[in-house]
């Protein structure tokens, strides 16, 4: 009997690939101006052509690419985009797009002002008085 140390299909977990979300796209597909989050880095055991993938995603942590740090494409090289500027945090780095297709971004939402938040719960307050008055 030849028992396989992999679980069958039904079995097996979902995968991270079901939980991201649907705008995600390496950030070697992003072009110049556009603002991202990282949301993983990691080639999942795809082979690199250069470094070891345990260690391009060390370094690219290393660098600052850690999930949920803002993103920015400011700059694309002349011949074939290559390399590009990034804007991570408040940070500027210079990488490959071979390199960045390690690093997952999805669309940057900004996360609303707590003293928009504030004032929005004090207009409601006063709304609500006057309407019990």
């Known amino acids: 009997m030849h028992l396989s140390p992999r679980p069958a299909a039904a079995d097996a977990p979902a995968s991270d690939q079901?939980?991201?979300?649907?705008?995600?796209?390496?950030l070697s597909r992003a072009a110049r101006g556009e603002v991202g989050r990282v949301i993983r880095v990691g080639l999942d055991g795809a082979l690199h052509d250069s470094l070891d993938p345990d260690e391009l995603e060390r370094r690219l942590l290393?660098?600052?690419?850690?999930?949920?740090?803002?993103?920015e494409i400011l700059h694309e090289g002349l011949f074939g985009r290559d390399p590009i500027a990034?804007?991570?945090?408040?940070?500027?780095?210079?990488?490959?797009?071979?390199?960045?297709?390690?690093?997952?971004i999805t669309a940057w939402h900004q996360p609303a002002a707590p003293r928009a938040?504030?004032?929005?719960?004090?207009?409601?307050?006063?709304?609500a008085k006057d309407r019990r008055s």
Do not use: C
Not at 21 to 26: E, G, I
Not at 62 to 71: C, K, N, T, Y
């Open 86 to 104: 990034v804007k991570v945090d408040d940070m500027r780095v210079a990488l490959r797009r071979r390199e960045a297709e390690a690093i997952l």
């Open 18 to 26: 079901d939980a991201l979300p649907a705008d995600a796209r390496p």
């Open 117 to 127: 938040i504030a004032a929005d719960a004090i207009a409601a307050d006063a709304i």
């Open 62 to 71: 290393e660098i600052g690419f850690v999930e949920g740090a803002r993103v």
